[in-house]
């Protein structure tokens, strides 16, 4: 299958198959009240967050920080860590220097963290752009308490089915998508991988699967999307949820 972005290595090794260096801004703007993370992935993470008053969470690949905002402002002690240079400085501008913010990411060097550091680790929508998940999630199971949780949004297995089917669900292969965010055009290059893979990674590293979420939008998204908001249950079909409990 066809990649329009070659591989490239990021700050402190780690792999970084889509540059979000250079639509950083235009990411950031368009995603804030879209429909696809503000009114869908976000929403769902928090509230499989549930209350997270007092509890040490790290966000991973965390872009220019809505979710670190948010939980910040539930009362989690948060902290972020992201390879964009670029997303990093809009989560710098957005938090400002008083909260843990860090330039690096998963699939090179270990995180920059001691073991058992955080109640809850978020990876909303990060390992989607990762061939292996075996070292990652090893760290980020390290890097969790026993008991502590990891809460994903990854995309949605049935997607690539749906809109690659000369793809091969049932193999895990790289594919590319040409997106555009706030006029600008940008190209994410993604690893599929079918579910029985993803759910096998989780276990393997020791994860417990304690949440399986297919989610609707949240109250409002049918109103303010109406041409994208179109099933009759008005849900829509894009990334799958996981809380994982570290055993
Ligand atoms: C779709 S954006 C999501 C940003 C943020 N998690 C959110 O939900 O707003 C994906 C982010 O993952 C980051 N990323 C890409 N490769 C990564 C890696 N190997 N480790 C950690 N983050 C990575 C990108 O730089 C980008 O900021």
């Keep these: 299958m066809s990649s329009d972005l070659d591989r490239s290595s990021g700050p402190a090794g780690q792999s970084v198959a889509?540059?979000?260096d250079s639509f950083a801004e235009a990411y950031a703007a368009e995603t804030e009240s879209n429909l696809i993370n503000g009114y869908y992935t976000r929403p769902a993470m928090l509230d499989l967050?549930?209350?997270v008053a007092g509890r040490r969470i790290l966000d991973v690949g965390c872009g220019a920080g809505?979710?670190?905002t948010a939980l910040g402002e539930r009362g989690a002690i948060v902290t972020g860590i992201e390879?964009?240079?670029k997303m990093l400085d809009l989560a710098r501008q957005r938090l400002g220097d008083g909260t843990a913010l860090y330039q690096g990411g998963l699939g090179g060097d270990p995180l920059p963290f001691p073991d058992a550091a955080f109640d809850d680790v978020i990876a909303c929508l990060?390992?989607?752009y990762l061939e292996?998940?075996?070292?990652p999630l090893a760290e980020l199971r390290r890097v969790l308490v026993p008991g502590g949780r990891l809460i994903v949004a990854v995309n949605h297995p049935f997607v690539y089915h749906l809109i690659r089917p000369e793809g091969d669900y049932f193999a895990t292969e790289q594919w590319s998508d040409e997106c555009t965010f706030s006029g600008q055009p940008a190209v994410l290059t993604y690893w599929h991988r079918p579910l029985h893979a993803i759910?096998?990674?989780f276990t393997a590293a020791g994860f417990r699967i304690a949440v399986v979420s297919?989610?609707?939008p949240a109250p409002g998204a049918r109103e303010a999307f109406p041409d994208l908001v179109t099933s009759p249950s008005g849900y829509i079909l894009c990334f799958l949820f996981f809380v994982l409990e570290a055993a």
């Design 83 to 85: 390879p964009s240079a």
């Design 132 to 135: 292996d998940w075996q070292a």
């Design 18 to 20: 889509s540059d979000y």
């Design 199 to 201: 759910t096998r990674e």
């Design 66 to 68: 809505p979710l670190l």
């Design 214 to 216: 297919e989610p609707p």
């Design 49 to 51: 967050a549930g209350d």
């Design 126 to 128: 990060v390992l989607h």
